[in-house]
């Protein structure tokens, strides 16, 4: 006990200290933080409540000692308290983005000025944005929004727990989460708003474990309503729904849709964009980017897309490089987390880990942030959950390129090693499997 609590005392001391460090010192005192991690989680291991309940408390103060602490290392934060005031002052959130002129009347020195590409319109999903106006009608500012990701990602570790006991696993493991230097960082202190879709999902996870189908399908709704990524297991869900679960499950979407569609687009226009031009800190994308640059494959491909286009009366402009990258790791992404879904034997948590594991690899871009999709379920995979928690260690890295993509030799530091452990980690598992093939 002794030591669980000078650990925690002197992890909360260092997260107090990150927003007066440098960058250079927020990435080393990252490092620092995952090793107190990994001493705590084998602290608390074994029988004991009273190291369980100081090390859930910890958790909750190193999420409170960065909620008050301006973000640094993103903005997404602005961007979601400008979709809140403007659907408190009753305009739609899809319509227009924020530098178009007629949310001019909106615009204040503390928001507009950090809103990160304000010439496009938002692309948070429904749920999100209601969220979004929820917390906005409150009167809350970021300060406000950002404590809200943080008791968000504390309803993801109640939602881890519930997957572990659902599997029979144990619930320390939930620390390798909870104590985790990355989702404390990107909830409390950038306010993201990836732990409440988390949260969601894992509540699914939970719900479709133990057999409770109508609720695994309202929260797995919920869950894509928050962000998109969900969709790719939709698959899996569906195999594993009745009938009347299924239509649980999209009378959610659309639910959550309808104020949104009724006025307007049920939809932000900005998910295109996204699609269209996001690229950072991926190794996949550029590699079949370039290999699309050098095989020039291009011209072909554009005239036979060219006489469908035609034959469908379909206009638009010519298919670049760009644009068959995309598609290339698009298609993979999709084709692998449908893969999944027709595993024998693998449960819910390791499928869901597997088939977003492998799109956000996959992907085109690549935030620190994007890996807490990942992270509670790599935890709960326990032997399986080395190579993502060095990545969850590694990301932060990204941090030191300031300005501009990711350089080349800071994205083969953070994504070589950690592909190199899942590798051997999925070796591993796989001679498992072979050694004992009627195990469950």
Known sequence: MT???????????LYAALPALPIGGVVAAHLALTAAMLVAWRTTRGPGEGRWRVALVAAVLFRVALVAAPPVLSSDVYRYVWDGRIQAAGHHPYKFPPADPMRAEFRDEAVYPRIDQPEIPTIHPPLAELLFAALAGLGFGVVGFKAAMALADVVAIGALIAVLKALRRPRELALLYAWNPLAVVETA??????PAGIALLLLAIAAITTGRGARAAAAFGAAIQTKLLPLLLVPGFLRRLKLREVAILAAVVALVAAPYAIRGPAYGAGVLA?????????????????????????PALAEAIGKVQARWGVSGRAVGPQELARLTVGALALGWAAAQSFRPRIDAAHEARLALGGAL????TLHPWYV??????AAAAAGTAGGWLLLAALVPLQYLQRGGDVTWPLRLAILLPSFAWMAVDSWRSW??????PDAT
């Open 361 to 364: 690899l996959l992907a085109p």
């Open 189 to 194: 202190w950038s306010g993201h708003v990836e």
């Open 3 to 13: 030591v669980l609590v000078l650990i925690a005392i002197a992890s909360l001391a």
């Open 274 to 298: 996204y699609a269209h031009r996001w690229e950072h800190g991926s190794i996949a994308f550029p590699l079949v980017l370039s290999a699309y640059r050098k095989l020039d494959a291009t």
């Open 431 to 436: 001679r498992r499997r072979r050694a004992a």
């Open 372 to 377: 807490l999709w990942v992270l509670p379920l």
